[in-house]
């Protein structure tokens, strides 16, 4: 299906015992795919970046695994491809000195936070209550640096003893701060959930069989839940940051890069006490499929699924259930190629702070080879005037919902078929049709739009 090439399964080894996990259907092809060769000679000597190229490249194969986590810090707005190596350095800099402050706040009021550990069980009450025995955040083992509670509520062994002390000074120190504040409270609730994640996040990975990476997974989304008081922490959000820890060695870019993903996402992740933020692409994902497959969409309306819930997890983590490790990492990279966004960049800056902003950045004229070819599409048609234009994702569930539309309207004959059909395209799926087809539709989608 895919011609000769290099699997690239090999660099996200499996654990051996994980006999189940699907193949990787992405190759590393020879004059398609993005090479650390390629990527070098798009630079000019200052470290001017030419976008429209990679861009281009990316588009028709993805990126090699060797430079993928740099790549993706250009893709996801964390440079401009118009500054210099020295302007990004000190961006980077900057950014690590930050990332640092704010994980040192996190140690000060939490100091499992930075210590090579983690947590999995509650350390405070909905009501601000420190969990003041111990053994609820038994430390089991330092040199493994987890944190996790003992199942039957017993101490192991002495060896114990030292964590248990460490334990019971974190829970004095939380005492001793008397009452806590609405933040604080908040974001220790969150702490349990994340370790509840962190350790059943891609854990058929080699990578995550050493207890340093757990931590630093969950460090970072512990430090986002602080600085994100509106969204917080939700679960997906380790699913959406695990690649970024294996591809980017420092734990401060590697953060960053999270960030920036989540400034395109958090929107899904936002919730009231009457909504989750996703169901507005939801609703526009029953949009397009009325446009596109109108006999679809009244199948599933009749089946009691116009909300489109089925498809919630596509859109919250990006296809991770739906495609193998290794195609939903080139999935993700090839939506964003299509639709980067030269203007980003000095977006998310000014947002931050406009002092900040890197010298020279502002006000360079960008042609529409800056842009990905979905994003052109979008200012072709004038998409995105007096709102936000829809991302690439929603295209490619209506896409996969179309592929299987006939099986859809033959063998649904109630909700739990449909989700029984979906599921059983986990790893059979192929990313670049996937792409494809999602702007085939979109551009079928905004041609139909304009005449209405």
């Given at each position: 299906?895919?011609?000769?090439?290099?699997?690239?399964?090999?660099?996200?080894?499996?654990?051996?015992?994980?006999?189940?996990?699907?193949?990787?259907?992405?190759?590393?092809?020879?004059?398609?795919?993005?090479?650390?060769?390629?990527?070098?000679?798009?630079?000019?000597?200052?470290?001017?970046?030419?976008?429209?190229?990679?861009?281009?490249?990316?588009?028709?194969?993805?990126?090699?695994?060797?430079?993928?986590?740099?790549?993706?810090?250009?893709?996801?707005?964390?440079?401009?491809?118009?500054?210099?190596?020295?302007?990004?350095?000190?961006?980077?800099?900057?950014?690590?000195?930050?990332?640092?402050?704010?994980?040192?706040?996190?140690?000060?009021?939490?100091?499992?936070?930075?210590?090579?550990?983690?947590?999995?069980?509650?350390?405070?009450?909905?009501?601000?209550?420190?969990?003041?025995?111990?053994?609820?955040?038994?430390?089991?083992?330092?040199?493994?640096?987890?944190?996790?509670?003992?199942?039957?509520?017993?101490?192991?062994?002495?060896?114990?003893?030292?964590?248990?002390?460490?334990?019971?000074?974190?829970?004095?120190?939380?005492?001793?701060?008397?009452?806590?504040?609405?933040?604080?409270?908040?974001?220790?609730?969150?702490?349990?959930?994340?370790?509840?994640?962190?350790?059943?996040?891609?854990?058929?990975?080699?990578?995550?069989?050493?207890?340093?990476?757990?931590?630093?997974?969950?460090?970072?989304?512990?430090?986002?839940?602080?600085?994100?008081?509106?969204v917080g922490y939700c679960q997906g959000m380790s699913d959406l940051c695990s690649p970024?820890?294996?591809?980017?060695?420092?734990?401060?870019?590697?953060?960053?890069?999270?960030?920036?993903?989540?400034?395109?996402?958090?929107?899904?992740?936002?919730?009231?006490?009457?909504?989750?933020?996703?169901?507005?692409?939801?609703?526009?994902?029953?949009?397009?499929?009325?446009?596109?497959?109108?006999?679809?969409?009244?199948?599933?309306?009749?089946?009691?699924?116009?909300?489109?819930?089925?498809?919630?997890?596509?859109?919250?983590?990006?296809?991770?259930?739906?495609?193998?490790?290794?195609?939903?990492?080139?999935?993700?990279?090839?939506?964003?190629?299509?639709?980067?966004?030269?203007?980003?960049?000095?977006?998310?800056?000014?947002?931050?702070?406009?002092?900040?902003?890197?010298?020279?950045?502002?006000?360079?004229?960008?042609?529409?080879?800056?842009?990905?070819?979905?994003?052109?599409?979008?200012?072709?048609?004038?998409?995105?005037?007096?709102?936000?234009?829809?991302?690439i994702s929603v295209f490619l569930v209506a896409s996969v919902l179309k592929n299987k539309?006939?099986?859809?309207?033959?063998?649904?004959?109630?909700?739990?078929?449909?989700?029984?059909?979906?599921?059983?395209?986990?790893?059979?799926?192929?990313?670049?049709?996937?792409?494809?087809?999602?702007?085939?539709?979109?551009?079928?989608?905004?041609?139909?739009?304009?005449?209405?």
């Amino acid at each position: 299906m895919w011609g000769s090439g290099e699997p690239a399964d090999s660099y996200y080894a499996v654990r051996p015992e994980c006999t189940d996990v699907a193949k990787s259907r992405f190759k590393i092809r020879a004059g398609k795919t993005l090479s650390a060769r390629k990527w070098q000679t798009a630079f000019s000597p200052e470290g001017h970046l030419d976008i429209g190229k990679t861009l281009s490249r990316i588009q028709r194969g993805g990126i090699h695994p060797s430079i993928r986590g740099e790549v993706w810090e250009i893709l996801l707005s964390c440079y401009d491809p118009k500054s210099t190596f020295d302007e990004r350095e000190q961006i980077r800099q900057r950014r690590r000195t930050q990332y640092a402050r704010w994980k040192e706040e996190c140690c000060e009021i939490f100091p499992v936070v930075g210590s090579g550990r983690f947590i999995t069980a509650a350390v405070i009450t909905e009501d601000g209550q420190p969990i003041q025995h111990p053994l609820v955040i038994l430390e089991t083992n330092q040199d493994k640096g987890s944190a996790l509670p003992s199942e039957d509520g017993n101490s192991a062994d002495s060896s114990d003893a030292e964590a248990i002390a460490t334990t019971s000074e974190i829970i004095k120190k939380l005492i001793n701060r008397g009452p806590l504040d609405k933040k604080v409270i908040q974001w220790l609730l969150t702490l349990h959930q994340i370790g509840l994640d962190v350790v059943r996040t891609d854990r058929t990975l080699v990578f995550y069989e050493k207890q340093e990476n757990l931590s630093k997974l969950w460090d970072i989304l512990a430090v986002y839940a602080w600085i994100d008081t509106d969204v917080g922490y939700c679960q997906g959000m380790s699913d959406l940051c695990s690649p970024m820890i294996m591809l980017l060695e420092d734990e401060a870019d590697a953060f960053w890069c999270f960030e920036r993903l989540m400034r395109r996402l958090r929107g899904n992740f936002r919730c009231t006490d009457s909504s989750v933020g996703v169901e507005t692409q939801l609703s526009s994902l029953a949009a397009i499929t009325q446009v596109i497959d109108p006999k679809l969409h009244q199948h599933l309306d009749a089946l009691g699924g116009g909300d489109y819930l089925f498809a919630f997890r596509m859109l919250m983590v990006l296809f991770r259930r739906e495609f193998s490790f290794c195609d939903s990492l080139y999935l993700w990279e090839m939506m964003w190629a299509l639709e980067y966004d030269p203007d980003l960049f000095d977006m998310y800056e000014e947002s931050e702070s406009a002092s900040n902003k890197a010298e020279g950045s502002k006000g360079r004229a960008k042609s529409l080879r800056h842009y990905g070819k979905f994003e052109r599409e979008n200012m072709k048609n004038g998409a995105g005037n007096s709102e936000a234009p829809l991302p690439i994702s929603v295209f490619l569930v209506a896409s996969v919902l179309k592929n299987k539309s006939a099986k859809l309207l033959t063998e649904a004959r109630g909700l739990d078929d449909v989700v029984k059909i979906l599921n059983d395209m986990t790893g059979n799926l192929d990313a670049k049709k996937a792409c494809s087809s999602a702007m085939k539709l979109h551009k079928k989608y905004l041609k139909k739009a304009k005449k209405t």
